[in-house]
């Protein structure tokens, strides 16, 4: 795409493999291999007293991505917070440098597939015309027996000529996004800067509307999975946390 209306946002914080940059290497040059003339705005969250120990690998890490922003990746922008924010306040400062329509917000190790297509214009114009306001990206071949009871249509619709599928499952695995919408959401759902992941906040509240309020309630979110024919997978997870269970 040249002109991009995509910057994407993706996420880091301190995980046992730092100071290397091997997984966050991964993802951004998954992300170049898409969207090869995007912003990026890499975040790195502050340390919570949990991971003090973690500090001087981080440290190093983060000095590393500095040089390589500079020096080998290109339109790469460094966010570096001096406190721990957690995640979904990283994303709402992160939108303050947004200047474009979309954002794609990244997991710092949920890479993109580089070798599945992903029609990003189409994709785009779905989103722009409002028809979506968030399209996620698979990282499973489909849609699993146990979330099947979270998509709302038994097959993908067309729209726009795009095949999705609705939702009411929110995940933070790679997806598109309105930038003004995503700033509503986080505005709305964290007004006081609580510190949280986005999806432990989030997801009961997609659901809850459309309980509540049947398709109506899930037209307020206009949540979507991309779903070409076959596999429909689209990112992995590289496991940045080596299986250490998540801090809330």
């Not at 994407?8 to 090869?36: C, F, G, K, M, N």
């Not at 399209?135 to 709302?152: G, K, N, Y």
């Not at 997801?203 to 076959?230: C, H, K, Q």
């Amino acid at each position: 795409m040249t002109g991009s209306p995509i910057t994407v946002v993706v996420t880091t914080s301190p995980i046992p493999s730092q100071p290397s940059t091997r997984i966050i290497d991964e993802t951004i040059a998954s992300v170049r291999h898409h969207l090869p003339d995007s912003e990026i705005i890499l975040c790195h969250d502050g340390v919570r007293p949990e991971q003090e120990a973690r500090r001087g690998a981080y440290e190093l890490y983060m000095q590393r991505v500095l040089w390589k922003a500079d020096h080998e990746w290109g339109n790469v922008l460094p966010l570096i917070f001096d406190e721990h924010l957690h995640q979904a306040v990283c994303t709402k400062r992160a939108l303050e440098q947004v200047r474009t329509p979309l954002i794609l917000f990244v997991e710092g190790d949920t890479p993109l597939c580089a070798d599945r297509e992903i029609p990003w214009t189409e994709i785009s114009d779905v989103i722009l015309a409002g028809d979506a306001n968030l399209v996620r990206f698979s990282h499973e071949a489909s849609v699993l027996d146990v979330h099947r009871h979270l998509a709302l249509d038994s097959e993908p619709q067309k729209v726009r000529g795009v095949p999705m599928t609705r939702t009411i499952q929110w995940s933070s695995r790679p997806h598109l996004a309105s930038a003004a919408w995503y700033r509503e959401l986080l505005d709305r759902w964290f007004p006081n800067d609580e510190k949280n992941f986005i999806e432990e906040t989030v997801y009961g509240r997609l659901v809850s509307a459309y309980e509540r309020d049947g398709d109506m309630g899930w037209l307020n979110w206009r949540t979507f999975i991309y779903t070409p024919e076959g596999d429909i997978k689209r990112s992995y997870h590289s496991d940045g946390r080596a299986g250490e269970s998540n801090f809330v």
